[in-house]
């Protein structure tokens, strides 16, 4: 059986007194781990769920998150963490979507959720408080979950059926769940061991918020393997201060790498002992990956690729990552990879077309969805990622960007990332998005739109000409962005990402306009 009822049992009693998970303010060992999962889950069948219920938590990240995703997992319940950046309308929509018969929330959160579920007669409803404060009618405190109960209880857990529904609103703005089993989540985490093993040595610092799944379910790799990992949420002060404190294992998107360096509080830091760094996502560049490993000297540079609705899909590590900067790896074991064209036909070796996959712990459906989950999956069973790559003949995978950030101008294809990669070359350049907008001759032009790495000696059109001259040099002159502009800031998602639709919909007139 592939459920966390017997893998928590198992790691529990194996790494009894061992630090497992822990917050800045409290810790829990793989012993408490184990039985304080067991008594959330005894606490909330006694409180009336049933197998199949589901439980919606909103809050910061903690510790106890991962104290209510087990738990929830062992009494065979839905769990979907809402995101705290989300409107009311947003969040009701998701509450909407996956009907919670319990709400778990902070007290940040509390007038909000408050609010939202009105209506929808969700009667079990816990506060993540600590304090002797009263609670709004109908609230209870979250410490009430907590039941006495046998470590060792059994309860009615599938590992088929769904546990985890994750939202993901992806490019559209449509909110969507994206459900997975149990047995689907353990078995991606025993791949991700497979892959880049941590050991049971490891420290790792997780400071992705706890609604998307590098957060919220990557502290699984970790817990297989006897580890400790601390959670926080993501402040480049902060993230320099646990370093500090004797991390060895750390992740991010290259955005989060790069407000960690521009704040310059790693310049006091000793990061000698850090031995990894796992970076996500598919749009950092060769520069930036050159910086991360010259700011943590002994680290051994991990890329990870993959998405909500596909889990991992492929990684690159080691003297292959120096050796392809460019690359994010080849297929994880039990990943079939296929680069198709518009037609659904396979492409042949450097051929650029879309993503698919498919695996063992691809998810199962958008929750509610049928229709959405008939457009992302092929017949066969695939799943359309929405990214443009190729694949070389040893089976190395390369992005190029996302199909539908795909510009096409004057009839010829212009993928984003290439020409980024080469913008980031350019001294003075921080961070770049190259993004198309209408074009009255040519359909649409490629924009550059650039963020500088401090005070400058030079000027912003020396720094223009130079990013013109560069692209150039290096790709098909109509990739030259046809005007480049300059933010102090880039607008950003929720993972840090640079929000590629905000900025389409700012500069979308810019050259109609002349």
Known sequence: MLNYQELVRTLGKANETRIAIEDTEKSYTYGE????????????????????????????????????????AKAGLRFSPLNFWLRGP??????????????????????????VSDGLGIERRFVLTDSDASLPKGWERWESLFVDSDPDAVFASDENSPHEIIFTSGTTGQVKGVARTQRQRIMEAIVSVMVQPQGRRSFVLRGAPQFHVGGGTGPLQTLLQGGRTRIYKFNPNRAAGHIEQGITHISGVPAQFELLFESGALDVVDTGKIQYCGIGGNGAAPDQF?????????????????????????????????????????PAPGVEVRIV????????????GEVQVK?????????????????????????MMGDLARMDAEGYLYIVGRK????????????????????????????????????????????????LSGPIARTEEDIRQDITERVRERLA???APREVHFVDEFPRNALGKIDKVALREQYSGVLNAR
């Open 33 to 72: 781990w184990h039985r304080d999962t067991t008594r959330v889950a005894a606490g909330f069948i006694q409180k009336g769920l049933c197998p199949g219920d589901a439980v919606v938590w909103l809050s910061p990240n903690c510790a106890d998150y991962l104290i209510a995703y087990f738990g929830t």
């Open 90 to 115: 947003e969040l009701r929509a998701a509450l909407e979507l996956v009907r919670p018969a319990c709400i778990i929330v902070h007290p940040d959160y509390l007038e909000k959720m408050t609010e």
């Open 290 to 330: 050159l910086r991360i490993q010259k700011a943590f000297p002994n680290a051994q540079l991990v890329h990870f690729y993959g998405s909500t609705e596909s889990g991992m899909v492929s990684s690159i590590s080691g003297d292959e990552f120096h050796e392809r900067l460019s690359s994010i790896g080849r």
């Open 341 to 352: 064209d518009d037609h659904g036909n396979e492409l042949g070796p450097d051929e650029v």
């Open 359 to 383: 695996s063992e712990f691809l998810m199962t459906e958008y929750y509610g969805r049928p229709d959405l989950t008939s457009e992302a999956l092929t017949k066969d069973g695939f799943l």
């Open 404 to 451: 539908k950030d795909m510009i096409i101008s004057g009839g010829e294809n212009i993928y984003p990332k290439e020409v980024e990669d080469v913008i980031t070359t350019v001294n003075d350049v921080a961070e770049v998005a190259v993004i198309g907008v209408p074009d009255p001759i040519f359909e649409e032009r490629a924009l550059g739109i650039v963020k």
């Open 477 to 479: 002159g109509y990739k």
